[in-house]
Each structure stands twice: as structure tokens, then as C-alpha cells.
């Protein structure tokens, strides 16, 4: 049987419905994890990602370690859906938009094993934020598994091999959810669930900016405090949503 190590976590967030503004709130999500992997005393290595004109992200893949990482994290899958007055709207109305995470497990490299000659391995030049090269050798790798499709990279590293690894390291646990959707089939019926298409209506929680709440919609746990959740108090709702589990139905 596989084992994950418990305290490495690869997480992915994609914009989703709702164009320039979920891209700008999957940035939101990305600098919440960043902000509450710092209060945990974890390291948040970026490994990926692909930034827009207005400072959001229609991806960002980072890895997480520290003690208890996968725990802490793991019920962050799914579709997380914002209730705000965009930047960018003229009116003041409100609109709905949603960013997907996907927390995977980091899998040991003899869990999984891989056919060199499935991959089709690329290379090309690391840009920084806003298009700045930061760069001059092609340095970001990007590799094709093509028996499944799948496609990871990376680009923070200033050579082709620590970015090759880092790909390789992204690539495992992705074949290694795979792995174990197939095994399970309820495990990928769950997995389908929690991350749906990223449209509107598939949401596991919702960021409600009028009213300062969030909502996870699993479990009924809500705070209003979502200036703070954002900033990293994460924890805040995490244990409500523990006490949630626990069958504490007391609402703060």
C-alpha cells in the first residue's frame, strides 16, 4: 500500500467562473494559504503558476511543509465561490465568481512508478511576475505524462534540474490521486463532488464580502470574519468546522 508523507502537501488553485475576477480571487485564496502556512511556521515554496494584468492568477501550484500540513489542509478541496463588488465593476453590484483548490499528498518517489518514456519533457524560459525574465536560460521545465494527459511544470528554480524535480515531484501526486481514485470508486465519486467543473452552483464554501462571512457549506460552519480568514486566521474556521464534526452544533 502507497504512503504520503503526512506533513508535504502540493496545493493547486485555478480561477473559475466569472473571468478576471475569479482569476483575482483564486489570488486571494493563494495569498491566505501563503499568509497561514507563515503562522504556522511552514514552508510555502511557489512552484507554478500563471499570473494575469490585474495581479490575479488563472493558476498557482506551491508546496507546503510542516508539521501536520495534509491534516490542516485537506478539507480545503473543492469549489470556493466569492460574493463581492469586483474591482472592476462600474455599477456596485455584487457578483459570484469561484476558484478550485486541490490539496494533494506529497508521494515518495519509489510510490510511484514512472515510465521515463511516457514523458514528453520541455523546457523554456523562467518569467517573473508581470512578464519580467528573471531568466536568461531555459530553466522552466514542463512535463507531459501522456499516458494520462496530465501536464506539471515549475519555474522557481534557476536550473532545469531542481525544476525538473520539483515537476516530477507534482507529477507524483497527481498519479498518485489517480491511483487511488481508481482503486476506490467512492473515493473518486467523492473526489468529483469536491471539485465539480468549478461552476457556480458546485461550491463546498462561500466568501461572502457584503456581509463579512464565510460559509462552509459541508459542514454549516460559519464566521464573520472574513477580512481575517483572508489575512491567514484560517484556523478560525477550521475549528469551527471541527466542532462542526465533533456534533457541537453551538454556533459562536
Not at 42 to 48: E, H, K, R
Request: charged share 30%; no cysteine.
Amino acid at each position: 500500500m502507497s504512503t504520503v508523507n503526512p506533513n508535504k502537501v502540493i496545493i493547486e488553485i485555478r480561477g473559475g467562473a466569472g473571468g478576471d475576477e475569479a482569476a483575482i480571487f483564486a489570488g486571494d485564496l493563494a495569498r491566505m494559504y501563503q499568509r497561514y502556512a507563515e503562522t504556522k511556521g511552514w514552508q510555502l515554496q511557489v512552484l507554478d503558476y500563471n499570473e494575469t494584468s490585474l495581479g490575479g492568477y488563472k493558476s498557482f501550484t506551491a508546496r507546503v511543509s510542516g508539521v501536520g500540513a495534509y491534516n490542516a489542509l485537506k478539507l480545503e478541496s473543492g469549489v470556493h465561490r466569492v460574493q463581492r463588488v469586483p474591482a472592476t465593476e462600474k455599477q456596485g453590484r455584487v457578483h459570484t465568481s469561484t476558484a478550485s483548490v486541490a490539496v494533494l499528498p506529497e508521494v515518495e518517489a519509489k510510490e510511484v512508478v514512472i515510465n521515463p518514456n511516457d514523458l514528453e519533457v520541455t523546457f523554456s524560459r523562467a518569467g517573473g511576475p508581470g512578464g519580467q525574465n528573471v531568466n536568461k536560460i531555459e530553466s522552466a521545465v514542463r512535463i507531459l505524462h501522456k499516458p494520462t494527459g496530465i501536464i506539471t511544470g515549475s519555474r522557481v528554480e534557476r536550473n532545469q534540474h531542481g525544476n525538473r524535480e520539483l515537476a516530477m515531484g507534482l507529477l507524483r501526486a497527481k498519479l498518485y490521486e489517480l491511483e487511488q481514485e481508481r482503486a476506490l470508486s467512492g473515493v473518486a465519486s467523492d473526489r468529483r463532488e469536491m471539485i465539480g467543473s468549478a461552476d457556480r452552483s458546485e461550491k463546498i464554501r462561500t466568501y461572502n464580502f457584503p456581509d463579512n462571512r464565510i460559509t462552509d457549506h459541508r459542514f454549516g460552519a460559519k464566521v464573520h470574519s472574513l477580512d481575517k480568514v483572508l489575512e491567514g486566521d484560517l484556523d478560525m474556521l477550521l475549528k469551527k468546522i471541527a466542532q462542526k464534526q465533533s456534533g457541537d452544533k453551538k454556533e459562536d
